[in-house]
């Protein structure tokens, strides 16, 4: 029987994720109808309990099926740069996973492109994003900031999904607060503009 949450992904998608990891977990099931609506999701669940991929998942089955566009449609904030480069490695699975069975299956699906923006991402790579900005941009906090600060805030303009995770790290700090500032300025399009 297939899972109900997982009615609502593209069919690729849907088999990778039965084929790579089987049913979805409750924080998932729970979670992907709250963000289908767009709406905001605060998601508190055990470490491996599939958190971060319930938050990627609905994203990267909206940019598969999105046809050609351009800009920056997924900002992935992380506390840590580890964690950023992490999350790189670790998000380039379910989108090869994808794009292997929609191959197999001879269907037409855009592969979603996927970059990280730290204080270590070199001045090369800064450039490359600005002419070409990634579907999906995984930064800091400092960094986000610095992206809205620049010329490079034009690559933020077409955000529509924002992922902040381990928000319980950053909230209590000087960081929170500075990172609550940089999404209002991310939310407030004029500014970004």
């Not at 088999?15 to 409750?26: D, I, V, Y």
Request: hydrophobic content about 45%; charged content about 25%.
């Amino acid at each position: 029987m297939r899972a109900p949450a997982l009615r609502t992904f593209h069919p690729v998608v849907a088999e990778w994720f039965r084929s790579a990891l089987g049913e979805p977990t409750r924080a998932q099931s729970l979670a992907w109808p709250a963000i289908r609506r767009a709406e905001s999701v605060l998601l508190l669940a055990p470490t491996g309990s599939g958190k971060t991929l319930a938050a990627f998942l609905d994203a990267i089955d909206r940019l598969v099926v999105a046809g050609a566009q351009t800009g920056c449609r997924v900002l992935y904030v992380s506390p840590l740069k580890a964690l950023a480069v992490d999350i790189e490695r670790n998000l380039r699975a379910p989108i090869e996973g994808i794009s292997a069975i929609a191959k197999t299956r001879a269907v037409d699906l855009r592969i979603p492109s996927v970059d990280v923006r730290t204080g270590d991402t070199p001045a090369s790579s800064r450039a490359r994003m600005l002419r070409h900005p990634p579907d999906i941009l995984i930064t800091t906090p400092e960094s986000l900031y610095l992206l809205l600060t620049s010329r490079a805030r034009e690559t933020l303009r077409t955000v529509e999904t924002v992922i902040v995770d381990e928000i319980h790290a950053l909230v209590p700090g000087k960081r929170g607060t500075h990172l609550f500032v940089s999404l209002e300025r991310l939310e407030d399009r004029k500014s970004v503009v």
